[in-house]
């Protein structure tokens, strides 16, 4: 059974940072593309960062490059979204993602979600 669980969130004030992390089990998470999305309400899922298998491919929205990093340990089949500089409009629930597909940041091209983290920051 295949489970993403994030962890990492919480609540901070503008110019601060986090790191959110996703575990992967009942798969062999180096086999796919990883990636994290966002929702805030009332809004659509919205991609935010993706890696390749290797983790020597990223990509990331316009709106968190320069301030947000994706990473993996294949090893530990860990996914990483390191983020500084936050702002209140990164405020929404964070997902893990991992897909078998194009590694870009389109939710179609994912197959296993995670459940969540929530990210608060105030201003």
């Known amino acids: 059974q295949v489970q993403l669980v994030e962890s990492g969130g919480g609540s901070v004030q503008a110019g601060g940072s986090l790191r959110l992390s996703c575990v992967a089990s009942?798969?062999?998470?180096?086999?796919?593309?990883m990636a994290w999305f966002r929702q805030a309400p009332g809004k659509e899922r919205e991609g935010v960062a993706a890696?390749?298998?290797?983790?020597?491919?990223?990509t990331y929205a316009d709106s968190v490059k320069g301030r947000f990093t994706i990473s993996r340990d294949n090893a530990k089949n860990t996914l990483y979204l390191q983020m500084i500089s936050l702002k209140p409009e990164d405020t929404a629930m964070y997902y893990c993602?991992?897909?078998?597909?194009?590694?870009?940041?389109?939710?179609?091209?994912?197959?296993?979600w995670g459940q969540g983290t929530q990210v608060t920051v105030s201003s």
């Open positions: 993602a991992a897909g078998f597909g194009p590694c870009n940041v389109a939710v179609a091209h994912y197959n296993y």
């Open positions: 009942g798969y062999t998470a180096s086999s796919t593309c």
């Open positions: 890696l390749n298998t290797g983790g020597s491919s990223a």
